[in-house]
């Protein structure tokens, strides 16, 4: 059924198989993932309803009749949330040796032909015949294919999924923190009211009660911070990216926060139809998520390569948003020849309470996951528009699978050492922007400071170039989804050196 076939080309790089005795799948190292039919075919006359019943009967789970498809999820966060479902809903129970999560590079799968479950359930309107349960867990970000997939894709490295009571699961991880020296024990009662989800510097909620947690975390360990050495990394590893605008002469380049990707600038795009836009997932984010390690130089390394392959005349003005803006200057700071312009939000360096979060990564982690990982995306997007942000549920779900141990634990050692003398440093034309309800603004009056007064190489005072801090007095951390469009004007207004919207306060 070509015609229903997602193309190769548009495949996530990877995808994830819950795999364990007597499910639909059959593995083995040898052959590979295979239906339990694997001869059914359709180019008869018919062929679409019976394409369309066998996708029913599929997910139909009172169903006995083996059927030629095999089951993926685009996230693994996900495939884990479907096996810990299946053992509630008392559909299987794990087994020591028998289940896991098989992982599946679809690069070399031109072959294999795909499905996207939400397109089949749009096109045949299989809502009715599909089960409630497996809607909701399966319809976003969902794929099956036809009879199996061969050896050779599969990762024969095995990720064990424990249920309740089997040392492991969703809290399982607090255990692996009790093996580290110097870590610190105690309670800890949060009030999530003001800052419950600027952990990842977004403020996106705003929930009222009180959590109390026994914790045993370690606080993060980083390496000094001097200069950066930067080398392209091999194109094999290129970071995955959206081109708009490509007839348009002068390149923009916008960098997403923590936890999100691409999708945060979706409302901004119409507002900069004037630029050509690159717009990636940066590293262990999204359809990135393949790219290791997530770190910022390592993810300005990727930038770098960007800029050079994509951008017209191989410069960029680079837009970064909390840890964009971070790796935005990063990259300023090692290859300013790249970069046209910096404008970033949210990238101060790090003072008081987000300090104390980048040093303890565990309790962002779980924090971050206890706050959007853990609660329906209705939920969380709901809570989200209280403060004016525009989130869209396929970008809540996105932000679910990118809240990794990885991502935590490589996003925070160089912003630990990012101060006000590498401020000094950058050789660019450089705009800083604080949300007066969600960052520090007297750091960022700090960072203007530092930024006028910069030295020339020849010992003279910094020209002026419009460089310097600005706040926004009702824009919180994320505030480029609370307000997208004063962003995008915000940022035209800068690029084209013109005065800025009149609610940028300069500080």
Not at 155 to 163: A, C, E, L, R, Y
Not at 368 to 384: C, D, F, I, T
Request: include cysteine; proline fraction near 5%; charged fraction near 20%.
């Amino acid at each position: 059924m070509d015609t229903y076939r997602h193309p190769p080309g548009d495949l996530p790089r990877y995808l994830y198989r819950v795999q364990y005795r007597g499910n639909t799948g059959l593995y083995n190292k040898t052959s590979g993932l295979k239906a339990r039919d694997t001869t059914t075919q359709f180019a008869r006359i018919r062929a679409t309803q019976l394409f369309k019943d066998a996708v029913a009967d599929h997910f139909d789970w009172s169903s006995r009749r083996p059927t030629p498809f095999i089951t993926f999820f685009s996230v693994e966060q996900h495939a884990e949330r479907w096996a810990l479902c299946l053992e509630k809903w008392g559909r299987s129970e794990p087994d020591e040796d028998d289940w896991f999560i098989l992982t599946i590079d679809t690069s070399t799968l031109t072959d294999v032909h795909f499905f996207k479950l939400s397109t089949l359930v749009d096109r045949f309107g299989l809502g009715s015949r599909i089960g409630s349960k497996v809607q909701e867990s399966h319809k976003r970000g969902a794929y099956i294919c036809l009879h199996g997939i061969p050896a050779r894709a599969t990762d024969p490295g095995k990720t064990k999924i424990s249920g309740n009571g089997r040392g492991g699961g969703v809290w399982g991880g607090f255990g692996s923190f009790a093996a580290h020296s110097g870590a610190l024990f105690g309670e800890l009662s949060l009030n999530l009211k003001d800052w419950c989800c600027d952990v990842n510097y977004f403020s996106f909620c705003q929930i009222n009660f009180t959590l109390k947690i026994h914790f045993l975390f370690q606080p993060q360990k980083h390496s000094s911070f001097t200069s950066f050495t930067m080398t392209p990394p091999p194109p094999t590893t290129s970071l995955s990216f959206t081109s708009w605008n490509d007839d348009k002469p002068a390149t923009i380049i916008l960098l997403h926060g923590g936890f999100t990707c691409r999708l945060e600038f979706a409302l901004i795009l119409p507002h900069l139809s004037d630029f050509h836009l690159l717009v990636p997932d940066l590293p262990l984010h999204s359809a990135s998520r393949h790219i290791k390690p997530g770190t910022t130089d390592h993810s300005a390394q990727h930038v770098a390569q960007l800029i050079r392959s994509h951008a017209h005349g191989g410069k960029a003005h680079v837009v970064g948003v909390s840890m964009g803006g971070y790796i935005a200057q990063c990259l300023a700071l090692d290859q300013p020849d790249l970069v046209l312009s910096l404008f970033v939000t949210g990238a101060a360096p790090p003072s008081g309470a987000r300090l104390f979060m980048a040093q303890w990564p565990g309790l962002t982690y779980y924090t971050m996951k206890m706050m959007v990982g853990w609660v329906p995306s209705w939920l969380y997007q709901w809570q989200a528009s209280l403060l004016g942000l525009k989130l869209d549920i396929e970008l809540i779900e996105e932000m679910k699978g990118n809240i990794t141990w990885e991502v935590v634990h490589d996003m925070f050692p160089w912003i630990l050492e990012f101060g006000l003398d590498d401020v000094r440093r950058l050789e660019v034309r450089t705009l800083h922007v604080a949300g007066a309800k969600g960052d520090d603004v007297g750091m960022v009056v700090r960072t203007a400071e530092a930024l006028r007064s910069r030295r020339t190489d020849r010992g003279g005072g910094w020209p002026e170039d419009g460089s310097g801090g600005f706040m926004l007095r009702e824009g919180v951390h994320g505030w480029d989804m609370q307000f997208p469009e004063l962003f995008a004007g915000g940022v035209r207004a800068w690029v084209e050196g013109e005065k800025l919207p009149g609610e940028f306060e300069r500080l």
